[in-house]
């Protein structure tokens, strides 16, 4: 963050922290930088700026300020006064109370603006807690439990030296690997929800609506919790068909975005304080670790058999695993939704022809990719036309899959004699019209494999098995 910071130059902080302990705070790195170059540092907390003033987390105002302030590039006066006719001016319209927000926001800044006196050593950790707290401003330790492209070569473009990447470590053919925004942990929200169990009535409302993915539920056996963090939480599983099981609703605090949709569509409330819900925003700094823990350890529960989950009723289907997750999509995105829904649905063999617009951004940008696998390694298949005419390029995919399925088809008959009639007949006519009949109809593909498997065959042979997997893998009608 601080290597082009120049001798003598200017540091500005948004901290949680105030002047009086933001130093002790900063890993050691930051503050030998900060010495080394005798700059100034300057703190403030933007996000209590902003909130206080009214405007919720929208920091831009906050921050410019804060710059003009700072940076001499005109006279502090006078660019104070030039942002305010600049807030006049663009906000006029939304009206007076908007304008006043943003003016209020102004004033605030400057008193809530703190330079800190940078010491000529760098401070020493004193006790646990000071050392507890800046394990957690550390680097991502996530990266370093990566596979090894994902972190040599993705993980060096997401700290900002793309530039230092040999083109020898990228991929000849331009193909990057699927899931890896889980490892980004940006810890973007100064809050983020927490889960009350006894409140909660189990909808999955806020599973659905959540923008990134980062709220998840489950439902398993209880003996699972004999390995969980003494920090996870579960609960009795309300609904009859799951009687005897537990259900947890998990929160990954490092990849939240702090929108707070979820508290605003949870529809059940604390009956003893009216103001908390089943679910509520708290500060994440606090609950990084614990929850990190609790996190993986949820991951780590079994997915229940897609064949035994419903997909027409919301607090059933919502326990399924979204195949698109931690996108860089604006918090509170009204648009992932509805494609994690999709995921949740179709992902294990959805094929998506991109319409350019924030979908190709949020879903196609390097260096991490959203869409991800489920654990046998099926997932959305994903591209975008750049000529803006996504409904010819998916009318493409739909004619070239036909034209594979009926080829599948012409060369399972040639192996008809060697997997059995009855396999192959049940092949060429499954309905393939629900989760069951999908799962049944890939049994039967491995079935045929087996059995050509057996045999030694001809070269024509092997490539009608290999098409014959065609009506597994790429049947997409629904």
Same mark, same amino acid.
């Given at each position: 963050?601080?290597?082009?910071?120049?001798?003598?130059?200017?540091?500005?902080?948004?901290?949680?922290?105030?002047?009086?302990?933001?130093?002790?705070?900063?890993?050691?790195?930051?503050?030998?930088?900060?010495?080394?170059?005798?700059?100034?540092?300057?703190?403030?907390?933007?996000?209590?700026?902003?909130?206080?003033?009214?405007?919720?987390?929208?920091?831009?105002?906050?921050?410019?300020?804060?710059?003009?302030?700072?940076?001499?590039?005109?006279?502090?006066?006078?660019?104070?006064?030039?942002?305010?006719?600049?807030?006049?001016?663009?906000?006029?319209?939304?009206g007076d109370e908007i304008v006043g927000m943003n003016l209020r926001a102004v004033e605030e800044t400057l008193a809530h603006l703190y330079e800190v006196e940078v010491p000529d050593a760098v401070a020493g950790v004193v006790d646990?807690?000071?050392?507890?707290?800046?394990?957690?401003?550390?680097?991502?330790?996530?990266?370093?439990?990566?596979?090894?492209?994902?972190?040599? $070569?993705?993980? !060096?473009?997401?700290? =900002?030296? &793309?530039?230092? %990447?040999? +083109?020898?470590?990228?991929? *000849?053919?331009?193909?990057?690997?699927?899931?890896?925004?889980?490892?980004?942990?940006?810890?973007?929200?100064?809050e983020a929800p927490v889960w009350d169990p006894a409140v909660c009535i189990q909808c999955g409302k806020c599973v659905m609506v959540c923008p990134h993915a980062v709220i998840r539920s489950k439902v398993y056996e209880a003996t699972?919790?004999?390995?969980?963090?003494?920090?996870?939480?579960?609960?009795?599983?309300?609904?009859?068909?799951?009687?005897?099981?537990?259900?947890?609703?998990? $929160?990954?605090? !490092?990849?939240?975005? =702090?929108? &707070?949709?979820? %508290?605003? +569509?949870?529809?059940?409330? *604390?009956?003893?304080?009216?103001?908390?819900?089943?679910?509520?925003?708290?500060?994440?700094?606090?609950?990084?670790?614990?929850?990190?823990?609790?996190?993986?350890?949820?991951?780590?529960?079994?997915?229940?058999?897609?064949?035994?989950?419903?997909?027409?009723?919301?607090?059933?289907?919502?326990?399924?695993?979204?195949?698109?997750?931690?996108?860089?999509?604006?918090?509170?995105?009204?648009?992932?939704?509805?494609?994690?829904?999709?995921?949740?649905?179709?992902?294990?063999?959805?094929?998506?022809?991109?319409?350019?617009?924030?979908?190709?951004?949020?879903?196609?940008?390097?260096?991490?990719?959203?869409?991800?696998?489920?654990?046998?390694?099926?997932?959305?298949?994903?591209?975008?036309?750049?000529?803006?005419?996504?409904?010819?390029?998916?009318?493409?995919?739909?004619?070239?899959?036909?034209?594979?399925?009926?080829?599948?088809?012409?060369?399972?008959?040639?192996?008809?004699?060697?997997?059995?009639?009855?396999?192959?007949?049940?092949?060429?006519?499954?309905?393939?019209?629900?989760?069951?009949?999908?799962?049944?109809?890939?049994?039967?593909?491995?079935?045929?494999?087996?059995?050509?498997?057996?045999?030694?065959?001809?070269?024509?042979?092997?490539?009608?098995?290999?098409?014959?997997?065609?009506?597994?893998?790429?049947?997409?009608?629904?």
């Amino acid at each position: 963050m601080l290597k082009d910071l120049a001798p003598g130059g200017t540091f500005l902080l948004n901290s949680p922290l105030g002047p009086d302990r933001v130093w002790d705070r900063l890993p050691e790195g930051v503050q030998r930088r900060l010495i080394e170059q005798r700059a100034k540092f300057f703190v403030i907390d933007g996000n209590k700026v902003a909130r206080d003033a009214g405007m919720g987390g929208r920091i831009n105002t906050v921050m410019q300020t804060c710059f003009f302030a700072i940076a001499g590039v005109l006279p502090a006066q006078n660019a104070i006064e030039a942002i305010k006719n600049s807030i006049r001016k663009t906000y006029a319209k939304k009206g007076d109370e908007i304008v006043g927000m943003n003016l209020r926001a102004v004033e605030e800044t400057l008193a809530h603006l703190y330079e800190v006196e940078v010491p000529d050593a760098v401070a020493g950790v004193v006790d646990a807690g000071r050392r507890d707290q800046r394990s957690r401003l550390q680097p991502n330790g996530e990266l370093k439990r990566a596979p090894q492209f994902v972190c040599n $070569v993705l993980g !060096e473009i997401m700290a =900002g030296r &793309g530039d230092r %990447v040999p +083109v020898s470590a990228l991929p *000849n053919d331009g193909t990057y690997p699927t899931g890896t925004t889980q490892f980004e942990k940006r810890n973007l929200a100064s809050e983020a929800p927490v889960w009350d169990p006894a409140v909660c009535i189990q909808c999955g409302k806020c599973v659905m609506v959540c923008p990134h993915a980062v709220i998840r539920s489950k439902v398993y056996e209880a003996t699972v919790l004999h390995a969980a963090p003494s920090s996870f939480k579960s609960a009795e599983a309300r609904l009859p068909d799951w009687k005897g099981l537990r259900y947890t609703l998990q $929160v990954s605090v !490092e990849d939240c975005t =702090g929108c &707070g949709i979820c %508290v605003d +569509v949870c529809p059940a409330r *604390n009956k003893s304080e009216a103001r908390l819900k089943a679910i509520n925003m708290q500060p994440q700094l606090p609950l990084r670790e614990s929850e990190r823990e609790n996190w993986n350890f949820f991951l780590s529960i079994p997915e229940m058999d897609r064949r035994k989950v419903p997909t027409d009723y919301v607090r059933k289907m919502q326990i399924q695993q979204p195949l698109f997750e931690f996108s860089g999509a604006c918090a509170g995105c009204g648009e992932t939704p509805y494609i994690k829904l999709l995921t949740q649905l179709f992902g294990d063999r959805l094929i998506i022809a991109n319409a350019t617009g924030c979908s190709s951004i949020y879903g196609g940008n390097l260096p991490t990719t959203p869409y991800t696998r489920d654990q046998n390694g099926r997932g959305p298949a994903w591209s975008n036309s750049l000529f803006e005419d996504n409904a010819e390029f998916g009318l493409g995919f739909r004619v070239s899959i036909d034209k594979q399925q009926e080829f599948a088809g012409e060369l399972l008959q040639r192996l008809s004699p060697q997997i059995g009639r009855r396999l192959t007949t049940e092949i060429l006519n499954a309905r393939q019209r629900d989760e069951a009949d999908i799962f049944d109809q890939r049994e039967r593909v491995i079935d045929k494999r087996s059995a050509v498997g057996d045999r030694r065959y001809s070269a024509t042979s092997a490539r009608a098995g290999r098409h014959a997997c065609a009506q597994e893998r790429l049947d997409c009608r629904r």
